[in-house]
């Protein structure tokens, strides 16, 4: 009788431990997943900053380049930045500007394709 109250003893400990360690693996799973959306919003969070400093960039560029029109450094700045932020009309109007005033400048031919590649 002892002996068999043992196993029942023993078989519950086990029940319980493996109950347990379920738990703490379900624990550690819902933990590993809240790190990983708080790192995924910290990186979006850091992405909505980049793109804000890029879009004043591009509006500082833009200024300038009404200041001054034949300024062909300016207006390949001014290209690639409409560029990475997915305007790719504004980008191909301020590289054929720049083309205009350096047409054999082999960097705006290297953007230009590029740039009119991205928009097909």
Sequence with gaps: MKAKEGWRSLIHLMKVRKL?????????????????VTLEQKRIAQLQRIRVEKEIERDKLVELS???PDYRNLLYRLAAAQ??????????????????????????????????????
């Design 66 to 68: 009404i200041k001054y």
């Design 20 to 36: 347990e360690i379920f738990i703490s693996v379900l624990l550690m799973a819902g933990t590993i997943s809240s790190i990983k």
């Design 83 to 120: 560029w990475e932020l997915g305007n790719v009309e504004e980008a191909k109007e301020a590289v054929a500007r720049a083309e205009y005033l350096d047409p054999n400048n082999p960097m705006l031919k290297e953007l230009s394709s590029v740039i009119n590649g991205s928009g097909d």
